[in-house]
C-alpha cells in the first residue's frame, strides 16, 4: 500500500530534523557535480551504456539534484526499466519507509517498474556489500576448508582468525604481524573478558554486535566488565569506531547506518591491503617455468595459494635469446621464488617463442566465495592439501580476466573493461561467480545503446571507422551457452533494431538455424525462439515511430500491416519540401530523422530498403517493416523452415 501524502511529508521532516542533529547521516545529500548531472540526464533518457559508465566511475547514485530528484527516481518516472534495474543493482536506494523510496514506487511509470521495485528490500537494495560482509563474518565459524592461519587464545576461549584479515582491518595487528609474519599462536590478556575479544573480533569480521553485547543471563561476567574490556581492546587495536558502534546500538536505525559505515570502511581497508600485497606481487613468468615456482607458506603476505593465468605472447615481444628475470615477491628472506636452474645454465632460444603466464598470491579464505573453489578445497584434490610449498591453481582465462574476478572476490567491486566482458562472463560462469557474471551481463548489454553511434565490429566496410568492441553473434552464443537471459532478451533486441545489416548475411542463416536446432525434436510447426523475440523487437522498434503518427490504429493485432494498405499510405503521404537546402538549418534537423529511423537519404530524398523513393519517413517506416518481415519469411523457406 502507498503511504499518504501526509504521512510522506511527516517522514521528510523527520528525517530532515535527525540529519540536522547529526543523529542520522543523509541518504541523498545534494550533489550539483557535473558528473552527477550527466547521470541524471542519462537516466531521464534511458542511456543505459552511460548510466553503467557513470556508475563505474564512482558517482554517488544515491545523490539528489537541484530538483530534488534521484537517478532511481527519474529513471522510474521516464519508465526506462533497464535503467532501474541497473541502478537497483548497483546499491539504488528504494526503502518502503523512507521518503525517497515512497517517492520512487509513487512517480514509477507503470506497474512493471514499481513491481520491479518491490522486489528490493532494504538488505539488497542499500547494501551492495553485504555478500562480502556476510563472507567475512562466516568464516568465524566456517570448520570447512580450514583456512585459518592463526590462533587467538583468551583464558579458556581460542579462534581461529586469518592473518590477512587482522593486518588489514587493525593497525596494530598489521604492525605486529609484519614483523613477526610466521606467528600462528597468540595469546590474549587475561585481565580482559573473553566476551570483550569476542565482541572485538566479530566486529573486525564484520559481523552487527547485539544491543546487549551477546550476554546470556548464565554469563560469569558483567555488563560493565565487558565494556571496560570493550574500551581498552579500542585503544590497543585503535579502532575508536568500535565503541561508536557500540554506543548507538540502542537506535536501530542509527546503529544500522554505523553497520553500513563500518562495512564500507572495511571494504576500502581491505580494497588498500589487496593491492598493496596482492597486486602489489603478482609474479609474470614465462609458461615453461611457471610450475617451477616455489613460495614458501612462511610470506610476509599470508597467502596460502597461487593462482596462475596464461596468456600467449605475440612473436615481437619476446627476443629470441632473452633471458628470464630472477624474480622475487618482496622485501625480505621469506619471500624469494626461485625459478629454475640459473640464467647461467639457460641455452639461447631459438624454437617458437613461449607465452607468458602470471601468477597471483591469493588466500583460500576470500577465494571460497567461489563455488568453484570451495569445492576443489573441500575435496581430496592435491590442492586441497598443505604443504611446503603453495599449490599453482590454473585457472582457465587471461591474467586480465583473472585480476577482474580477483577485484570482485576481495573488494566486491569489479571495473570490466567492454572488450574484456564476454571472458570475463565465460570466468564468472566456471568459477560459480554469479554477482560477478550478472555484472559482465550488464556491461555486454550497454552495447548500442550509447549515444555514440558506433559500427557493429561484423558490419565494417572502410578501416577508419569506430567499431564496437564485440560481436554480437558472439554474444547470442554466449547467452545460449551459459543461459543467461538478460543477454538473450539484449541480443534479440540488438538485431531486430538493425535486421536490415544482418538479414542478408550467411552468419546470421546459421545463427537461426542454431536457434532452430535447440529445440529437441523439434516439429515443423514450432516456432524459433531467437525469430519470436526479433518480430516482437521489429514490432516495438516501428510501433514507436507509428504511435506518434497514427499508424498503430491500422494495424492488425500482430503488430502488422497488409500490403495494400501500406502502398495507400505511401501514396497518400504529402511530399517533402524539396527547397529545403541540405546545406542549412535543416539539415540538423534531416540528420535528426536519419538516426530515428530505418530509412536512407539518397540526394535528399527517402528511399525504402529496396530503394524506391518514399514520400515521408512515414511512409517509408511502413514500407519498410513490411520488407523486413517478408525477408524473414523468405529466409525460412530458404532454410526450409516453418515458424
Same mark, same amino acid.
Given at each position: 500500500?502507498?503511504?499518504?501524502?501526509?504521512?510522506?511529508?511527516?517522514?521528510?521532516?523527520?528525517e530532515?530534523?535527525?540529519?540536522?542533529?547529526?543523529?542520522?547521516?543523509?541518504d541523498?545529500?545534494?550533489?550539483t557535480s557535473?558528473d552527477f548531472q550527466?547521470l541524471?540526464?542519462a537516466?531521464r533518457?534511458?542511456?543505459?551504456k552511460?548510466?553503467?559508465?557513470?556508475?563505474?566511475?564512482?558517482v554517488?547514485i544515491?545523490?539528489r539534484?537541484?530538483?530534488?530528484?534521484?537517478?532511481l527516481?527519474l529513471?522510474?518516472?521516464?519508465?526506462?526499466y533497464e535503467?532501474?534495474q541497473?541502478l537497483?543493482e548497483s546499491g539504488?536506494?528504494?526503502e518502503?519507509?523512507t521518503?525517497q523510496g515512497?517517492r520512487?514506487?509513487y512517480?514509477?511509470l507503470?506497474?512493471r517498474?514499481?513491481?520491479l521495485?518491490?522486489?528490493y528490500?532494504y538488505s539488497?537494495s542499500?547494501?551492495?556489500?553485504?555478500p562480502l560482509?556476510?563472507?567475512?563474518?562466516?568464516?568465524l565459524s566456517?570448520?570447512t576448508?580450514?583456512?585459518a592461519?592463526?590462533c587467538l587464545?583468551?583464558?579458556?576461549e581460542?579462534?581461529?582468525l586469518?592473518?590477512?584479515?587482522?593486518s588489514?582491518?587493525?593497525?596494530y595487528?598489521h604492525?605486529k604481524?609484519a614483523?613477526?609474519p610466521e606467528?600462528t599462536?597468540?595469546?590474549?590478556?587475561?585481565?580482559i573478558?573473553?566476551?570483550?575479544?569476542?565482541?572485538?573480533l566479530?566486529?573486525?569480521?564484520?559481523?552487527e554486535i547485539?544491543s546487549?553485547?551477546?550476554l546470556?543471563?548464565?554469563?560469569?561476567?558483567?555488563?560493565?566488565?565487558?565494556?571496560?574490556?570493550?574500551d581498552?581492546i579500542?585503544?590497543?587495536?585503535?579502532?575508536?569506531?568500535?565503541?561508536?558502534?557500540?554506543l548507538?546500538g540502542g537506535?536501530?536505525?542509527i546503529?544500522?547506518?554505523?553497520?553500513?559505515d563500518e562495512?564500507s570502511? @572495511?571494504?576500502?581497508?581491505l580494497e588498500?591491503?589487496?593491492?598493496?600485497n596482492v597486486?602489489?606481487?603478482?609474479v609474470p613468468v614465462?609458461?615453461?617455468k611457471?610450475t617451477e615456482v616455489k613460495?614458501?607458506r612462511?610470506n610476509?603476505?599470508f597467502?596460502?595459494?597461487?593462482l596462475?593465468?596464461?596468456e600467449?605472447?605475440?612473436e615481437?615481444?619476446?627476443e629470441s635469446?632473452?633471458?628470464?628475470?630472477?624474480?622475487?615477491?618482496?622485501?625480505?628472506?621469506?619471500n624469494g621464488?626461485?625459478?629454475g636452474?640459473s640464467?647461467?645454465?639457460r641455452?639461447?632460444?631459438?624454437?617458437?617463442?613461449?607465452?607468458?603466464?602470471?601468477?597471483?598470491?591469493?588466500?583460500r579464505?576470500?577465494?571460497i566465495?567461489?563455488?568453484?573453489?570451495q569445492?576443489m578445497f573441500?575435496?581430496q584434490f592435491l590442492?586441497s592439501?598443505l604443504?611446503e610449498?603453495l599449490?599453482?591453481?590454473k585457472?582457465?582465462?587471461?591474467?586480465a580476466?583473472?585480476e577482474?574476478?580477483?577485484?570482485?572476490i576481495?573488494? *566486491?567491486?569489479?571495473?570490466i573493461?567492454?572488450h574484456?566482458?564476454?571472458d570475463?562472463?565465460y @570466468?564468472?560462469?566456471?568459477?560459480?561467480?554469479?554477482?560477478?557474471?550478472?555484472?559482465a551481463?550488464i556491461?555486454?548489454?550497454t552495447i548500442g545503446?550509447?549515444?555514440?553511434?558506433?559500427v557493429d565490429?561484423?558490419?565494417?566496410e572502410?578501416?577508419?571507422v569506430?567499431?564496437e568492441?564485440i560481436n554480437i553473434y558472439?554474444?547470442?552464443?554466449?547467452a545460449w551457452d551459459?543461459?543467461v537471459q538478460?543477454?538473450?532478451?539484449?541480443t534479440?533486441?540488438?538485431?531486430?533494431?538493425r535486421?536490415?545489416?544482418y538479414?542478408?548475411?550467411?552468419?546470421f542463416k546459421d545463427?537461426?538455424k542454431e536457434?532452430?536446432?535447440r529445440?529437441?525434436k523439434?516439429?515443423e510447426t514450432d516456432?524459433? *525462439?531467437?525469430?519470436?523475440?526479433?518480430?516482437?523487437?521489429?514490432?516495438?522498434?516501428f510501433?514507436?515511430r507509428?504511435?506518434d503518427?497514427?499508424l498503430d490504429?491500422?494495424m492488425?493485432?500482430?503488430g502488422e500491416?497488409d500490403?495494400e494498405?501500406a *502502398?495507400i499510405i505511401a501514396?497518400?503521404?504529402a511530399p517533402?519540401d524539396?527547397?529545403i537546402?541540405?546545406?542549412g538549418?535543416?539539415?540538423?534537423?534531416e540528420s535528426?530523422?536519419k538516426?530515428?529511423?530505418s530509412?536512407?537519404?539518397v540526394?535528399?530524398q527517402?528511399?525504402t530498403?529496396?530503394?524506391?523513393?518514399?514520400d515521408d519517413?512515414?511512409a517509408a517506416?511502413?514500407?519498410n517493416?513490411q520488407?523486413?518481415?517478408?525477408?524473414?519469411?523468405?529466409?525460412l523457406e530458404?532454410?526450409k523452415?516453418? @515458424?
Amino acid at each position: 500500500m502507498v503511504v499518504a501524502k501526509g504521512d510522506l511529508e511527516w517522514q521528510l521532516k523527520n528525517e530532515h530534523d535527525l540529519i540536522k542533529d547529526g543523529v542520522l547521516k543523509d541518504d541523498s545529500p545534494l550533489d550539483t557535480s557535473t558528473d552527477f548531472q550527466q547521470l541524471c540526464i542519462a537516466c531521464r533518457i534511458g542511456d543505459l551504456k552511460s548510466c553503467q559508465e557513470a556508475i563505474a566511475t564512482g558517482v554517488n547514485i544515491n545523490a539528489r539534484d537541484a530538483f530534488d530528484y534521484t537517478p532511481l527516481i527519474l529513471a522510474s518516472l521516464c519508465g526506462h526499466y533497464e535503467v532501474v534495474q541497473l541502478l537497483l543493482e548497483s546499491g539504488a536506494l528504494c526503502e518502503r519507509d523512507t521518503f525517497q523510496g515512497e517517492r520512487c514506487l509513487y512517480n514509477a511509470l507503470n506497474n512493471r517498474i514499481r513491481n520491479l521495485l518491490l522486489q528490493y528490500d532494504y538488505s539488497k537494495s542499500t547494501n551492495p556489500l553485504q555478500p562480502l560482509a556476510s563472507h567475512l563474518t562466516s568464516l568465524l565459524s566456517r570448520q570447512t576448508p580450514q583456512t585459518a592461519d592463526i590462533c587467538l587464545t583468551a583464558g579458556l576461549e581460542s579462534w581461529d582468525l586469518h592473518k590477512f584479515i587482522l593486518s588489514a582491518r587493525s593497525p596494530y595487528f598489521h604492525n605486529k604481524l609484519a614483523t613477526s609474519p610466521e606467528t600462528t599462536t597468540w595469546r590474549l590478556a587475561h585481565s580482559i573478558p573473553a566476551e570483550a575479544f569476542q565482541i572485538a573480533l566479530r566486529y573486525l569480521y564484520l559481523g552487527e554486535i547485539p544491543s546487549d553485547l551477546g550476554l546470556s543471563n548464565k554469563a560469569f561476567v558483567s555488563e560493565d566488565e565487558v565494556l571496560k574490556g570493550l574500551d581498552k581492546i579500542c585503544k590497543q587495536l585503535e579502532t575508536e569506531s568500535l565503541w561508536e558502534a557500540i554506543l548507538s546500538g540502542g537506535d536501530r536505525r542509527i546503529a544500522r547506518q554505523r553497520h553500513q559505515d563500518e562495512i564500507s570502511r @572495511a571494504r576500502d581497508q581491505l580494497e588498500t591491503w589487496y593491492r598493496d600485497n596482492v597486486l602489489k606481487h603478482k609474479v609474470p613468468v614465462p609458461t615453461s617455468k611457471a610450475t617451477e615456482v616455489k613460495w614458501t607458506r612462511e610470506n610476509a603476505i599470508f597467502a596460502d595459494i597461487l593462482l596462475r593465468a596464461d596468456e600467449e605472447l605475440k612473436e615481437d615481444d619476446i627476443e629470441s635469446g632473452q633471458e628470464i628475470p630472477k624474480v622475487r615477491t618482496i622485501l625480505g628472506p621469506l619471500n624469494g621464488i626461485p625459478i629454475g636452474p640459473s640464467s647461467a645454465n639457460r641455452s639461447r632460444s631459438t624454437s617458437r617463442k613461449p607465452g607468458q603466464s602470471t601468477l597471483y598470491p591469493a588466500h583460500r579464505a576470500m577465494l571460497i566465495r567461489s563455488e568453484y573453489f570451495q569445492t576443489m578445497f573441500t575435496s581430496q584434490f592435491l590442492e586441497s592439501q598443505l604443504g611446503e610449498f603453495l599449490h599453482i591453481v590454473k585457472v582457465d582465462c587471461k591474467p586480465a580476466v583473472l585480476e577482474i574476478v580477483l577485484n570482485f572476490i576481495y573488494t *566486491e567491486t569489479a571495473d570490466i573493461p567492454i572488450h574484456l566482458a564476454l571472458d570475463v562472463l565465460y @570466468a564468472a560462469d566456471m568459477l560459480f561467480v554469479e554477482k560477478l557474471k550478472t555484472k559482465a551481463a550488464i556491461i555486454i548489454s550497454t552495447i548500442g545503446n550509447g549515444t555514440t553511434n558506433l559500427v557493429d565490429r561484423t558490419h565494417v566496410e572502410q578501416e577508419d571507422v569506430e567499431v564496437e568492441p564485440i560481436n554480437i553473434y558472439d554474444v547470442i552464443r554466449a547467452a545460449w551457452d551459459l543461459k543467461v537471459q538478460r543477454l538473450e532478451t539484449f541480443t534479440a533486441r540488438y538485431l531486430a533494431y538493425r535486421l536490415e545489416d544482418y538479414i542478408d548475411e550467411d552468419d546470421f542463416k546459421d545463427l537461426i538455424k542454431e536457434s532452430a536446432e535447440r529445440i529437441e525434436k523439434r516439429q515443423e510447426t514450432d516456432s524459433i *525462439e531467437l525469430l519470436d523475440d526479433i518480430r516482437y523487437y521489429l514490432s516495438e522498434r516501428f510501433q514507436l515511430r507509428f504511435e506518434d503518427s497514427g499508424l498503430d490504429e491500422i494495424m492488425d493485432e500482430n503488430g502488422e500491416i497488409d500490403a495494400e494498405t501500406a *502502398e495507400i499510405i505511401a501514396n497518400a503521404a504529402a511530399p517533402i519540401d524539396e527547397a529545403i537546402d541540405t546545406n542549412g538549418p535543416g539539415a540538423a534537423i534531416e540528420s535528426e530523422v536519419k538516426d530515428l529511423t530505418s530509412v536512407a537519404f539518397v540526394d535528399g530524398q527517402i528511399r525504402t530498403l529496396d530503394g524506391d523513393i518514399a514520400d515521408d519517413v512515414f511512409a517509408a517506416d511502413a514500407v519498410n517493416y513490411q520488407i523486413l518481415l517478408g525477408k524473414i519469411d523468405t529466409l525460412l523457406e530458404g532454410l526450409k523452415l516453418d @515458424a
